[in-house]
C-alpha cells in the first residue's frame, strides 16, 4: 500500500527548533521520532503492538485437530472487499458450508506485515481472518513471504519490492530469528489461528552451486518457526514443507527411478528434500504438500483424467514416507495448465469440473483428508472461470459458480474420517464412494451408459453425478 513518508531533512529541523518547549511539544517530537526510525524508514501508519489480539476471536475448545478438510485459498482478490451485498452474499454461502481458508502472510491479499523490525501493519491481514470469522470457516495460515528487511531489501512502509521475484525469496539465514519471531506474533494476535503452514512452495530455497533444493535452510527455518508457535500454544498445530510434488518426463536426468507411472516420474530432487525435512524436523501435525497432475512441461499424459492418479501415487508415498501417522495436506492443486499469464480459461466448465472431481478422487485415494482450491478471483467482471464465485465489485456479484457447488459437496460427503467403499465401474468412470454416497465422474466427452455398483446409469458428457447410497 503506497503511504507518505516524513521528509527527514525537514524532520531533523523541526526537532532542533522545538528542543527548548514544553512537555506536550516535546511529546510530539517523541511520536515523530517513533514515526521515523534512524535509518529514515517510514513507518507511517504502523504499529508496535502487533501481537494484540485483534478483533473477536472465534471462540476455540480443546486441542485443535491437525485435519481440517477440504477448502479453498484466498488470493489478491478475494471477497473481503467489493460492494456489500456482494460480500454478504458469499459469506452467508460459506456460513453454511464451513470450509477451511488459507491466507498468506504477506502477498495474495495481505499486505508487508513488519515493513520495519518491530513496527507492524495488520491492516489488510485483520480484513481478511474477520471475513474468515464472518463465514464461519477454519482460518489456516501459511507463513509466506518475509519482510523487505529480512532479505537484503530496504525497510520502510513505501520500500516493499511487491515484484515476483523479490516476494520469492527467502529470508536470510541471520533473520530466520526474526521471521520466527514474526510468526509468533501472528499466532498471537490470532489466537483462534491454529492451523499454521510453514512458508510456501520452497520459494526462495534453491542452492543454485548444487543444482538442487536447499532443504537444509529450509529445515532450520522451519524448525525455528514450529518452536516460536508451540512456544505460544502448545495446541497450535504445524505442518510443513508445502514442496512442489513436480513431475518430469521419465527420461530426463533427474526422473526418479521408483516413484513413476503412465503420468510421468518425479523429480528425484523433490522426494530427496522432502526426505531430509521429513528425517530433521523438530516435529510436524501434519504434512503438506503441492503440486499439478501435468508435468513441469505442462503435459497431460496419457490423458488430462489419467495424469490426475500421479496425486494418488504421490500421496501413497508422502504417507510412507511418514509412517502413515501424519494427516496428508494438499496446500495446492492444479488439473488444467496455465497459459502465459497463468491463467486457466482454455476449457469448458463442464470439463474444468469433470477433471478437477476426478483430481479431487485421486487424492483421497491417496490418503489426503485436507486440500485447499486456490481460488483465482477477478478483480471486476461478470465471469470468472475457474473460479468458486463471480466478482464481488458489484451488487449482483458474489454469486456461487459450479466448481464452488463441486468442492462444497464433496467436502460435505467425503470429511476427514471418512470410510472408503470399493465399487465396481467400469475404466471410463471415475468413482469415489463412502458408506452414503457416491461420487461418479465420465472422463469421456460424450454421453456414455455405465453401471456403476449395480446401479444402471446414462451420463453425458463430462457429467459428475452424486449418488445417494
Not at 510453514?198 to 532443504?215: I, L, M, P, Q, Y
Not at 523438530?282 to 504434512?287: I, K, N, Q, S, Y
Not at 464433496?410 to 471418512?418: D, E, I, L, Q, R
Request: hydrophobic share 35%; with cysteine; proline share 6%.
Amino acid at each position: 500500500m503506497g503511504r507518505h513518508g516524513w521528509n527527514s531533512g525537514t524532520r531533523r529541523w523541526r526537532f532542533t527548533a522545538l528542543l527548548g518547549v514544553g512537555v506536550a511539544a516535546l511529546a510530539l517530537v517523541v511520536t515523530l521520532l517513533n514515526t521515523l526510525p534512524g535509518n529514515g524508514a517510514s513507518t507511517e501508519g504502523t504499529s508496535r503492538d502487533g501481537d494484540r489480539v485483534h478483533g473477536t476471536p472465534a471462540p476455540t475448545s480443546g486441542s485443535a485437530k491437525p485435519e481440517v478438510g477440504w477448502g479453498f485459498t484466498h488470493t489478491q482478490f478475494s471477497a473481503d472487499e467489493g460492494d456489500p451485498a456482494a460480500v454478504r452474499r458469499v459469506e452467508r454461502r460459506l456460513a453454511e458450508d464451513e470450509p477451511p481458508q488459507i491466507q498468506h502472510l504477506m502477498g495474495w491479499g495481505a499486505d508487508n506485515p513488519e515493513p520495519v523490525r518491530g513496527r507492524y501493519d495488520f491492516a489488510a491481514m485483520d480484513r481478511r481472518i474477520d471475513f474468515v470469522r464472518a463465514s464461519g470457516g477454519t482460518p489456516v495460515v501459511t507463513l509466506c513471504c518475509a519482510p523487505d528487511w529480512m532479505k537484503g531489501g530496504e525497510a520502510g512502509v513505501d520500500n516493499t519490492d511487491w515484484s515476483q521475484a523479490a516476494l520469492e525469496t527467502a529470508p536470510d539465514p541471520e533473520h530466520f530469528d526474526d521471521f520466527a519471531a514474526l510468526a509468533a506474533t501472528v499466532a498471537k494476535r490470532y489466537p483462534d489461528v491454529r492451523h499454521f503452514i510453514v512458508w510456501n512452495e520452497f520459494k526462495g530455497f534453491w542452492n543454485d552451486a548444487e543444482g538442487r533444493w536447499d532443504h537444509e535452510g529450509y529445515t532450520r527455518l522451519y524448525n525455528l518457526v514450529h518452536r516460536a508457535l508451540k512456544k505460544v500454544n502448545p495446541g497450535i498445530q504445524v505442518g510443513g514443507p508445502y514442496l512442489v510434488m513436480d513431475s518430469l518426463d521419465p527420461r530426463e536426468a533427474h526422473a526418479s527411478k521408483f516413484l513413476k507411472g503412465s503420468w510421468g516420474a518425479m523429480d528425484q530432487r523433490v522426494l530427496d528434500a522432502f526426505d531430509y525435512w521429513n528425517e530433521h524436523k523438530e516435529g510436524a501435525d501434519f504434512v503438506v504438500v503441492d503440486g499439478s497432475s501435468y508435468t513441469r512441461d505442462d503435459e497431460l499424459v496419457p490423458d488430462e483424467f489419467a495424469a490426475t492418479d500421479k496425486f494418488t501415487a504421490v500421496g501413497e508415498w508422502v504417507r510412507r514416507q511418514t509412517g502413515g501417522r501424519l494427516p496428508l495436506w494438499w496446500a495446492e492443486y492444479y488439473v488444467e495448465p496455465g497459459d502465459g499469464d497463468d491463467n486457466r480459461h482454455g476449457w469448458s466448465e463442464t470439463r474444468r469440473e469433470a477433471v478437477h472431481a476426478a483430481g479431487l478422487i485421486a487424492m483421497a485415494e491417496g490418503g489426503a483428508t485436507s486440500g485447499f482450491y486456490w481460488n483465482p478471483e477477478a478483480e471486476t467482471g461478470t465471469e470468472c472461470p475457474g473460479c468458486l464465485w463471480t466478482p464481488t465489485d458489484t451488487a449482483d456479484g458474489g454469486r456461487q459458480l459450479p466448481l464452488y457447488d463441486l468442492l462444497s459437496r464433496f467436502a460435505a460427503a467425503f470429511p476427514p474420517g471418512t470410510g472408503y467403499r470399493t465399487v465396481t465401474a467400469p475404466p471410463r468412470v471415475r468413482v469415489l464412494a463412502s458408506d452414503r454416497t457416491t461420487l461418479v465422474v465420465n472422463t469421456l466427452d460424450r454421453s456414455t451408459e455405465v453401471t456403476v455398483d449395480s446401479e444402471r446409469l446414462t451420463l453425458q458428457a463430462y457429467e459428475v453425478r452424486w449418488l445417494d447410497r
